[in-house]
């Protein structure tokens, strides 16, 4: 432990903690603690977007993935980014249209019915836990490794970090901490890109050439099939990153704290191009870490290859730099996981407390105090469920959320804003269908059970042979819509006309 790194550790938790203590006089109503009362500018929350969007996974579980396995390692990359066009296109503008707080909001404008508000909750917390438990992962493996100390008191820290923030400073805060923490991550990822191509002449078709002879895959490192054996589990994964973004709820929830959907639409375009820019550098830290730290090493600090971006900048830039992406890495963590426990907070609060158990008669006071307590509730379920899970790859954790987002809400909010027929069985049916398929195909999938000790949560056959189970869990969120709508006798096309009119307009009454 040196002092460098405690100065600079120290100093992103201040900064943090004043954004959270000046929010906090600002956060008076439940607008203000869900949404930062709708007042953020385009490039504001295209940055917070970015910031919420550029995980642990991103930066810490893609650079692991691509030094230990090459171009499969970039199937993350390749997929959070293309997962941009379905929200820009598809979900953005009718979403922040419909939408007041949440996800169930939007689906809600068309079916006023506490079951599909109920299940809207329900599969968004369960999106929640696994986003969180993946960033809490990152978390210890980062600050156990910079502090040496326990993984498990590493995890507490961040647990109470994030619990602080969101408890006192609400969306405002989140938002700041995000869009702070997303400028640093980009400098802090073009430093070590520009380092590692200059450790190549500044060549990179020589880098890429070079990298065919420093891993022990050989020139196998630059083609598909190393991690991904089976063509299927990586269409399969590559449906959960591409289609799971638009599912999100901690993304979607973002299109809320902006005025209208133009500004919405512009925030968008901002994070896209943050993101854009970031993941194909991924390579850079990706190849560096391969080249400059080497396998052994990598997997020495982390067995699932999670440290290989702090390793890069300690090879590249000794104490200093590594201390500094050290730092920005523990402030990403905590900016996507304080928006994490605002979303599944949000849920349980405006959705189920809100506008089930109190019908829409709670007051701002009562509703604060029932977001607070969930907000303590989601962290301390994460946190406990994160020392279990601490030999996982984060950015495969995170695979498993999109494969549910994608699963359960992408149907739903499709079906809601383009199908005329689509009624309120029907929404029932599709989240659930999506739903629990993902949770029960993964929980007898690879991995869970693994015949090799320690590979997996459990040793044993997998039952189900695929890592990701997007590729069946996805058509069954769309069949099962399909299907609860058709066998139900139930329609309403006045108000699918009404919805496709503030859709596209904007217009509330």
């Known amino acids: 432990m040196n002092a460098t790194v405690i100065t600079l550790f120290l100093a992103i938790v201040l ?22 009362g709708g007042g953020l500018t385009g490039w504001q929350n295209g940055l917070a977007i970015a910031g919420d969007y550029l995980s642990a996974a991103s930066f810490l579980g893609i650079a692991g993935a691509i030094a230990l396995y090459g171009f499969d390692g970039f199937f993350y990359s390749i997929g959070f980014l293309i997962a941009y066009l379905v929200v820009m296109f598809l979900v953005a503008e009718p979403l922040r249209n419909l939408g007041k707080y949440t996800l169930a909001d939007m689906i809600n404008a068309r079916f006023d019915a506490k079951k599909v508000r109920a299940i809207a909750a329900l599969s968004t917390i369960t999106i929640v836990i696994f986003y969180m438990i993946a960033q809490l992962v990152g978390a210890g493996a980062l600050i156990q490794l910079l502090f040496d100390i326990d993984y498990w ?55 890429f050439s070079e990298m065919k002879t420093v891993t022990s895959h050989g020139a196998d490192y630059l083609n598909p099939g190393l991690k991904y054996k089976v063509p299927l589990d990586t269409i399969s994964l590559m449906l959960a990153l591409v289609l799971g973004t638009a599912g999100l709820p901690h993304i979607l929830m973002r299109f809320f704290t902006v005025k209208n959907a133009k500004t919405a639409r512009s925030s968008v375009v901002t994070a896209t191009w943050v993101v854009g820019i970031f993941y194909v550098l991924t390579i850079f830290l ?5 080249a400059f730290v080497g396998e052994e090493l990598i997997t020495a600090a982390n067995p699932a290859g999670n440290m290989a971006a702090p390793l890069l900048a300690e090879a590249l830039g000794g104490n200093l730099l590594m201390s500094f992406v050290s730092a920005v890495a523990f402030a990403t963590i905590l900016a996507v996981v304080a928006g994490l426990v605002l979303s599944g907070a949000s849920a349980f609060a405006h959705d189920i407390y809100g506008q089930i158990i109190k019908k829409g008669k709670a ?21 406990l469920c994160a020392l279990f899970a601490q030999t996982m790859n984060v950015a495969f954790l995170v695979s498993l959320a999109f494969c ?6 992408l149907p739903v909010i499709l079906y809601t804003i383009y199908w005329k027929r689509f009624n309120t069985t029907g929404a029932i049916t599709g989240m659930l269908f999506g739903l629990l398929s ?16 320690g590979a997996a949560i459990l040793v044993g056959e997998p039952i189900f042979p695929l890592t990701n189970p997007a590729l069946i869990s996805v058509p069954l969120g769309f069949i099962g819509g399909y299907l609860g709508t058709v066998f139900s006798k139930e329609a309403d096309l006045k108000r699918f006309a009404e919805v496709q009119v503030k859709a596209n307009t904007g217009y509330r009454e």
Not at 363 to 383: E, H, N, P, W
């Open 15 to 36: 900064a943090t903690l004043v954004i959270t203590y000046y929010a906090a006089k600002k956060t008076q109503t439940t607008g203000d603690f869900y949404t930062a």
């Open 153 to 207: 008191i590493a995890v507490l820290i961040v647990g109470v970090m994030m619990t602080i923030y969101v408890l006192f400073g609400g969306m405002t805060a989140t938002s700041w901490v995000q869009i702070i923490k997303a400028v640093l991550l980009m400098i802090g990822t073009v430093i070590i890109a520009f380092m590692v191509l200059a450790k190549f002449n500044f060549n990179i078709l020589g880098m």
């Open 286 to 290: 990706g190849f560096g870490a391969a």
């Open 363 to 383: 007051t701002d006071k009562q509703q604060m105090i029932a977001a607070r307590y969930a907000s303590l509730g989601v962290s301390v379920f994460s946190i």
């Open 404 to 409: 549910v987002a994608a699963s359960a809400n």
């Open 438 to 453: 993902a949770i029960i195909l993964v929980s007898i999938s690879p991995n869970v059970f693994s015949p090799t000790e």
